[in-house]
């Protein structure tokens, strides 16, 4: 991964990035990270993304559109440690994650709205590849998407 600044891609590329609403908090060790996006939505079911954290990542980033819940963690420390050691960059929840100082010591980028100590059920229940639409933006799999301390931006095509 090529270091890189959110600001500095804003910049560079102020026609070609959209930024999020700044809604997120970095919880995993990798506080910048990017990556190739495939998309997850799911409401309180981490089914989908427990399969695809065992799937080889290829340095892509999970984006998991989980309704805003504050009320399930769509991710934990086992589903992260296994996210890591296949190759994903990192994570991007619109829900909550638990076991937060186990997935701060890491090398996994994640970002979530918040924490919660409650796991969901897996029922089997969300589907892959679909638009996902929070935080102000809609974003595709087959985008990119860009994470620091600064912030978090997509755009269509790799930026570098």
């Known amino acids: 991964m090529s270091n890189f600044s959110t600001p500095d891609l804003c910049d560079d590329h102020p026609n070609e990035v959209k930024v ?21 939505k799911c409401h309180e079911d981490n089914s989908l993304v427990k399969q695809l954290a065992a799937e080889p990542g290829k340095q892509r980033v999970m ?15 086992m589903i992260a440690e296994n996210a890591m050691k296949n190759g994903w960059s990192g994570l991007l929840i619109y829900g909550c994650i638990r076991d937060c100082d ?10 979530a709205v ?47």
């Open 20 to 40: 999020l609403d700044p809604i997120f908090t970095n919880y995993g060790g990798r506080t910048a990270f990017c990556g190739e996006v495939i998309t997850i």
């Open 102 to 111: 186990e997935i701060a010591a890491l090398d996994l980028g994640v970002k």
């Open 114 to 160: 918040n924490t919660i100590p409650v796991k969901t059920e897996k029922r089997g229940f969300g589907d892959l590849n679909l638009a996902v639409t929070f935080a102000g933006q809609t974003i595709e799999s087959g985008n990119w998407l860009y994470s620091d301390n600064n912030g978090v931006i997509v755009s269509k095509q790799a930026l570098f």
């Open 63 to 77: 984006v998991v559109d989980g309704g805003g819940s504050l009320r399930r963690a769509l991710l934990g420390d």
